[in-house]
């Protein structure tokens, strides 16, 4: 009859073997996450790269890991000293510390999707830019755009005077422009212009001055504008302030923006470097964000499962000793996801 391993082989030679096999498993890893890291800092070359703020969901997934590590070294030493339940228990407290590291890593996603940072996130507003066909009048004053933000009278747009602009333009977000007949639009305290002029709404149509009503494409622009005023973004596709919610970076040298107008080493945006950004128009250092970190998470999944197993285990195994084989190689692995994350933590928040 044929011996499992576990008859046919010395513990000790077991776990040479296994202890091994996670090396080789870590220097593989090792290799793939330098590789990243090391294509991020070519693609900023020559590029336009916009940094962001990393979420306080991630700092405190990175103290759920350090700590979780801890623990798991305390179940090892446990082991070693034949406290079999001690053990049992720090291994059931890392496998929900792991959880939770995962849980606030999501949380931290959820975070910079709402600052507009999404896996595939353009840069500049083209489409529907408010100024360009359209704007728009509250109580007689126009509304303008600085850094990103809605102004009225020199006051930045927000709380309930937000709401209300918002309200207004939502109005008018329907697929096509016959789909407004029928409607009953309000217009209230606020003006709509096309080209500086007034645009009533009159039987379920757009009225110019001269008597003209807007075409299809008009619309389109103005429904463009609407999906921008209901994601909060005017001029940028990130949400917030460029240089104190996000920053915009070109060949490594960070941009400003001055009366809605790029600047670069001092000097408004030459129109070929304007041509470029409208050309790609997509920041490649988010999209980088998201493959690194979730890449790190996929592993740490593994990670998961591997104490899942070692939980399970821990409360059939009578042996201290082939307890503390079993953890000594699986705690080499979580350590190391630890560790990984701590460098790509930092990485980020020196880089992106």
Do not use: C
């Amino acid at each position: 009859m044929k011996k499992n391993f576990d008859d046919s082989y010395p513990v000790e030679v077991q776990t040479k073997v296994k202890r091994n096999l996670v090396w080789v498993v870590i220097l593989s890893i090792t290799m793939m996450f330098a590789g990243f890291t090391s294509a991020y800092i070519v693609s900023m070359g020559d590029s336009f790269w916009v940094k962001v703020d990393i979420p306080k969901e991630f700092f405190i997934s990175t103290a759920i890991i350090v700590l979780s590590s801890l623990v798991l070294f305390l179940a090892h030493k446990a082991a070693k000293s034949n406290q079999l339940k001690k053990a049992r228990m720090l291994i059931v407290a890392t496998l929900f510390l792991g959880i939770g590291f995962g849980t606030f890593q999501f949380l931290g996603y959820k975070a910079l999707v709402k600052s507009g940072a999404h896996w595939v996130t353009h840069i500049i507003v083209d489409d529907g830019r408010y100024g360009d066909y359209y704007e728009i009048k509250k109580g007689g004053e126009y509304l303008t755009v600085e850094n990103n933000q809605y102004y009225f009278k020199g006051e930045k747009l927000e709380g309930e005077d937000k709401e209300a602009f918002k309200s207004f333009a939502a109005q008018f977000n329907v697929p096509l422009l016959e789909d407004l007949k029928g409607k009953n639009i309000s217009y209230g305290e606020f003006t709509l212009l096309y080209k500086s002029e007034p645009l009533n709404f009159m039987d379920g149509e757009f009225i110019r001055p001269n008597g003209e009503r807007i075409e299809e494409l008009d619309f389109q622009r103005l429904r463009q504008l609407v999906q921008n005023i209901e994601d909060d973004r005017a001029d940028f596709f990130m949400q917030g302030e460029m240089g104190k919610d996000f920053r915009l970076f070109y060949n490594g040298n960070e941009l400003d923006y001055h009366e809605r107008t790029l600047m670069y080493k001092g000097q408004p945006l030459s129109a070929n470097l304007q041509n470029k950004l409208l050309r790609g128009n997509t920041d490649m250092s988010t999209a980088y964000f998201y493959v690194i970190t979730i890449l790190h998470l996929l592993h740490v999944v593994v990670g998961l499962i591997m104490l899942i197993y070692m939980s399970v285990r821990s409360y059939s195994e009578e042996n201290a000793y082939k307890m503390a084989i079993s953890l000594g190689a699986g705690s080499i692995f979580w350590h190391f996801l630890g560790v990984l994350w701590l460098y790509l933590l930092l990485f980020l928040l020196f880089i992106h």
